[in-house]
């Protein structure tokens, strides 16, 4: 029996099929954001050097239907930066919901594809404002985004710029310790999702959310990325949490607000981890 190979457009709609169900979401905006958004026009020419447990391997052609797996693709083999695995991005997509009109902050854009699909998730009416600290991946990003509104493109540290308010803050890139620039930016209700890397045993996703009472947190699901600039410095850290402890989180301090006590996890210079929630 004689079996012709899926087109392009079925291999893309059932990636999009997959990331909606790595998302854990009920949203099917999601859905279309993953078929609409096409992977390989953020990667660059292939054939493509795709990541396996710190390997490197050469697609055999230059065939998109190779990008459309759960797969990391290296966009900076000497940096070790590489265009994020796609059920990850799901899950964080699906923990922070976007939602249209909203205002985003992206840390760390590689070439903009995530962006993309945050800016199909906020239209009509929101924004992303895409940061990414190498001069080279903000050009491509730039240059990739070209075709899509209400997204500007900033080269920079966003440790250290003066942020907009923003709805979301989706982050990019492993933290020691989110700066509390990025929490002060947060809207009432809004969330940031951050790789938490509190030391080389220590990645997980974090998503905190802004209320009445200060900053709710909860850890999600590992994940591990390149090192944030001006956010990696474990020097910081007064108190290095267990990854037992880690997962514990459900809150928040700037410690200019509340000194640390006994349900600290983990405290830094500017703020601190509690296993107790934000009304304890």
Request: charged share 20%; hydrophobic share 45%.
């Given at each position: 029996?004689?079996?012709?190979?899926?087109?392009?457009?079925?291999?893309?709609?059932?990636?999009?099929?997959?990331?909606?169900?790595?998302?854990?979401?009920?949203?099917?905006?999601?859905?279309?954001a993953?078929?609409?958004?096409?992977?390989?026009?953020?990667?660059?020419?292939?054939?493509?050097?795709?990541?396996?447990?710190?390997?490197?391997?050469?697609?055999?052609?230059?065939?998109?239907?190779?990008?459309?797996?759960?797969?990391?693709?290296?966009?900076?083999?000497?940096?070790?930066?590489?265009?994020?695995?796609?059920?990850?991005?799901?899950?964080?997509?699906?923990?922070?919901?976007?939602?249209?009109?909203?205002?985003?902050?992206?840390?760390?854009?590689?070439?903009?594809?995530?962006?993309?699909?945050?800016?199909?998730?906020?239209?009509?009416?929101?924004?992303?404002?895409?940061?990414?600290?190498?001069?080279?991946?903000?050009?491509?990003?730039?240059?990739?985004?070209?075709?899509?509104?209400?997204?500007?493109?900033?080269?920079?540290?966003?440790?250290?710029?003066e942020?907009?308010?923003?709805?979301?803050?989706?982050?990019?890139?492993?933290?020691?310790?989110?700066?509390?620039?990025?929490?002060?930016?947060?809207?009432?209700?809004?969330?940031?999702?951050?790789?938490?890397?509190?030391?080389?045993?220590?990645?997980?996703?974090?998503?905190?959310?802004?209320?009445?009472?200060?900053?709710?947190?909860?850890?999600?699901?590992?994940?591990?990325?390149?090192?944030?600039?001006?956010?990696?410095?474990?020097?910081?850290?007064?108190?290095?949490?267990?990854v037992?402890?880690?997962?514990?989180?459900?809150?928040?301090?700037?410690?200019?607000?509340?000194?640390?006590?006994?349900?600290?996890?983990?405290?830094?210079?500017?703020?601190?981890?509690?296993?107790?929630?934000?009304?304890?």
């Amino acid at each position: 029996m004689t079996h012709s190979r899926a087109s392009l457009d079925d291999i893309r709609a059932f990636h999009a099929r997959m990331m909606a169900a790595a998302s854990n979401s009920a949203d099917e905006r999601l859905e279309r954001a993953f078929r609409l958004v096409r992977r390989e026009a953020f990667i660059g020419p292939g054939p493509w050097q795709i990541v396996v447990n710190g390997r490197y391997l050469e697609t055999p052609a230059a065939d998109p239907a190779f990008l459309y797996q759960n797969v990391l693709v290296s966009l900076d083999k000497s940096k070790g930066i590489n265009n994020g695995e796609p059920f990850l991005h799901a899950a964080f997509l699906g923990a922070v919901a976007p939602r249209p009109g909203e205002t985003v902050v992206q840390i760390g854009t590689g070439t903009g594809y995530y962006t993309a699909i945050l800016s199909t998730l906020v239209t009509p009416g929101g924004h992303v404002h895409a940061i990414e600290i190498d001069e080279a991946l903000a050009s491509r990003t730039r240059d990739n985004l070209a075709a899509f509104d209400g997204i500007s493109v900033i080269c920079g540290d966003a440790t250290s710029l003066e942020l907009p308010q923003a709805d979301l803050l989706y982050v990019s890139a492993g933290v020691v310790a989110p700066p509390i620039s990025w929490l002060q930016a947060l809207k009432p209700g809004g969330r940031i999702i951050v790789p938490w890397q509190a030391n080389d045993k220590i990645g997980l996703a974090v998503l905190i959310t802004r209320t009445d009472q200060g900053f709710d947190a909860r850890a999600l699901m590992p994940a591990f990325f390149i090192p944030c600039i001006g956010a990696s410095d474990p020097i910081q850290c007064s108190r290095i949490p267990t990854v037992g402890a880690a997962r514990s989180i459900r809150s928040v301090w700037l410690t200019r607000d509340r000194d640390p006590d006994e349900t600290a996890v983990a405290i830094y210079r500017d703020l601190w981890f509690s296993n107790a929630g934000i009304g304890a």
